[in-house]
């Protein structure tokens, strides 16, 4: 269980309102859903921009460090990531717990970005961008405890960040998939960019465990959490609504 004893019972007493709250969270996605017929394409949390797009296109052969530039850019400008490893170390206090949590993460991004790739596994954006939405809804409820609240048991807080890290690789794969890297030198440039994902990801890392560091100290901390996580809550419902939407327009 990753919440503090001290704040079980304050976050119980929370959660009631939570409940109303939720049906606030839906008008945010159908508002989310309007929002993205008006304005086609916005809420590409694995897009790659035409410059980089370009880049990946034309080039052969191995190119290790732009390669890994590519693959660092990727997750510190990805927010669906940071949103998620921001919600996993949210009650994390020690760093052995951290750097446990952070390696399954990485681990499952890795497998399924490579070998998506590698194999080209053709899996439809829009719904793999969706299920990271709700994977970020899954983690903002956790940090509220409301799997105990609701029903009455925890889920595995390892596997499923496993799990999701394995979607969010998959998201990856997909979108470097539509920009046809050439095969020349195609599992050295899928390494690096890997390795660049991981780099990007611990200096991502880094600054949030400073700006916890000294959110922490202050004694209006857990009141203060509670509002995060479900803003950080209704961020996903809104990235989920930005993806289905995008996925019946494009049917």
């Known amino acids: 269980m990753l919440i503090p004893c001290n704040s079980r019972k304050y ?4 959660l009631n309102p939570l409940l109303n709250g939720i049906r606030v969270f839906a008008g945010y996605v159908l508002l989310s859903c309007l929002v993205v017929s008006l304005i086609p394409g916005i809420g590409l949390a694995h897009n790659v921009t ?8 034309e080039i052969w052969g191995v190119h290790l460090i732009p390669f890994a530039y590519l693959g660092a850019k990727h997750m510190v400008t990805g927010y669906d990531h940071i949103l998620f490893l921001f919600g996993v170390v949210f009650f994390l206090y020690k760093m052995k717990d951290v750097a446990i949590y952070v390696s399954l993460f990485a681990l499952g991004h890795s497998i399924t970005m490579l070998a998506g790739v590698w194999f080209g596994w053709g899996v439809n954006a829009n719904i793999i961008d969706a299920i990271i939405g709700l994977s970020v809804v899954y983690k903002a409820l956790d940090n509220l405890g409301a799997y105990q609240r609701w029903f009455g048991f925890q889920p595995n807080t390892k596997a499923a960040t496993l799990i999701f890290g394995l979607f969010h690789g998959t998201g990856l794969a997909t979108k470097i ?7 020349d030198g195609l599992l050295a440039n899928l390494l690096a960019f890997n390795v660049g994902v991981e780099i990007g990801q611990v200096a991502a890392l880094a600054v949030i465990l400073i700006v916890m560091g000294y959110w922490r100290r202050s004694p209006h901390f857990y009141r203060q959490a509670y509002t995060v996580n479900v803003v950080m809550m209704s961020l996903g419902f809104m990235l989920f609504g930005y993806q289905i939407t995008g996925y019946i327009v494009s049917t």
């Open 50 to 57: 035409p410059g980089d797009a370009g880049y990946i296109q």
């Open 11 to 14: 976050f119980s007493v929370l």
């Open 177 to 183: 998939l539509d920009y046809q890297i050439s095969p």
